[in-house]
């Protein structure tokens, strides 16, 4: 049995009791480590607070791993319980989901574990989850590759008055260009983009495209390390939050749309 268990956004106590007793009864143990992290990163202290609380070792999987390997991790599933720890919730990265079709595929038997994600946690601020329109990731840019097609969704979403939610690039493990040509892998050191950097790039766009979807004066709420301890979370216009210093990663970001009174009431606790 091949077990897919979601982890939490916070630490490792945030696995929840099924999901524990789960990861207890697998021989192996892999952790994704490529579209999230835990409040205390994939260090070896964090990695051994996972493997005290959870009684067993874990081989962290990154994206080289599972595009290459994922046979070998199903196969190994077939003769022995397998569980493979997601942060958030299992389903929140379409990954995981090509994990799910590949083992079905090999005829290995699937069982999920769901928990909390940024996708409902962002509820802490007000915005009914229900007025979201389609989420969009902001990719960084670079001096030749500048990608904008998340801004006809936002475009979308704000001609329907929904909010969007955008999540952020993180940049683990990826190699570099120049070992890419050599043919000997060589990696970038990680990189988590910032809401200061996102709201640059976001209106870079805005100001080469001109189709007023958005402007310095949109409203948005900033997000920080959600589901933490120290999460922050900040509501205010793109020129506002702009300049604040939210800390540690992940962050992520909601261009608000058209709102109920409700949603502004609470909205009112986090504006700058």
Same mark, same amino acid.
């Given at each position: 049995?091949?077990?897919?268990?979601?982890?939490?956004? =916070?630490?490792?106590?945030?696995?929840?009791?099924?999901? *524990?007793?789960?990861?207890?009864?697998?021989?192996?143990?892999?952790?994704?480590?490529?579209?999230?992290? *835990?409040?205390?990163?994939?260090?070896?202290?964090?990695?051994?607070?996972?493997?005290?609380?959870?009684?067993?070792?874990?081989?962290?999987?990154?994206?080289?791993?599972?595009?290459?390997?994922?046979?070998?991790?199903?196969?190994?599933?077939?003769?022995?319980?397998?569980?493979?720890?997601?942060?958030?919730?299992?389903? =929140?990265?379409?990954?995981?989901?090509?994990?799910?079709?590949?083992?079905?595929? *090999?005829?290995?038997?699937?069982?999920? +574990?769901?928990?909390?994600?940024?996708?409902?946690?962002?509820?802490?601020?007000?915005?009914?989850?229900?007025?979201?329109?389609?989420?969009?990731?902001?990719? #960084? #840019?670079?001096?030749?590759?500048?990608?904008?097609?998340?801004?006809?969704?936002?475009?979308?979403?704000?001609?329907?008055?929904?909010?969007? *939610?955008?999540?952020?690039?993180?940049?683990?493990?990826?190699?570099?260009?120049?070992?890419?040509?050599?043919?000997?892998?060589?990696?970038?050191?990680?990189?988590?983009?910032?809401?200061?950097?996102?709201?640059?790039?976001?209106?870079?766009?805005?100001?080469?495209?001109?189709?007023? +979807?958005?402007?310095?004066?949109?409203?948005?709420?900033? #997000?920080?390390?959600?589901?933490?301890?120290?999460?922050?979370?900040?509501?205010?216009?793109?020129?506002?939050?702009?300049?604040?210093?939210?800390?540690?990663?992940?962050?992520?970001?909601?261009? +608000? =749309?058209?709102?109920?009174?409700?949603?502004?009431?609470?909205?009112?606790?986090?504006?700058?």
């Amino acid at each position: 049995m091949l077990y897919i268990v979601g982890l939490g956004l =916070g630490d490792e106590r945030d696995i929840t009791l099924k999901g *524990l007793d789960t990861v207890k009864k697998c021989q192996k143990v892999y952790m994704e480590a490529y579209t999230s992290l *835990l409040s205390f990163g994939l260090s070896a202290n964090g990695l051994s607070n996972l493997e005290n609380l959870y009684g067993k070792p874990i081989t962290l999987a990154d994206r080289e791993m599972v595009e290459e390997k994922a046979d070998d991790i199903l196969r190994e599933a077939v003769q022995h319980n397998v569980a493979f720890l997601v942060v958030g919730d299992p389903f =929140g990265a379409t990954t995981h989901s090509d994990l799910v079709v590949r083992a079905k595929k *090999l005829g290995v038997e699937v069982e999920v +574990v769901h928990n909390a994600s940024v996708m409902n946690a962002i509820g802490i601020c007000g915005l009914q989850l229900y007025h979201y329109g389609e989420t969009v990731s902001i990719p #960084f #840019f670079t001096e030749t590759w500048r990608p904008d097609s998340f801004y006809e969704k936002i475009k979308q979403n704000r001609s329907l008055g929904l909010h969007t *939610l955008c999540l952020l690039d993180i940049r683990v493990k990826e190699p570099t260009l120049e070992s890419l040509c050599r043919g000997k892998k060589q990696y970038e050191p990680p990189r988590y983009m910032t809401i200061n950097t996102a709201i640059e790039q976001l209106l870079e766009v805005e100001q080469n495209r001109a189709e007023s +979807v958005y402007t310095e004066e949109t409203e948005c709420v900033g #997000f920080a390390r959600l589901g933490c301890g120290d999460q922050k979370i900040v509501a205010g216009t793109m020129r506002q939050l702009k300049n604040i210093d939210f800390g540690a990663p992940l962050h992520c970001l909601v261009i +608000v =749309g058209q709102t109920h009174p409700v949603e502004e009431e609470m909205l009112e606790f986090y504006k700058v």
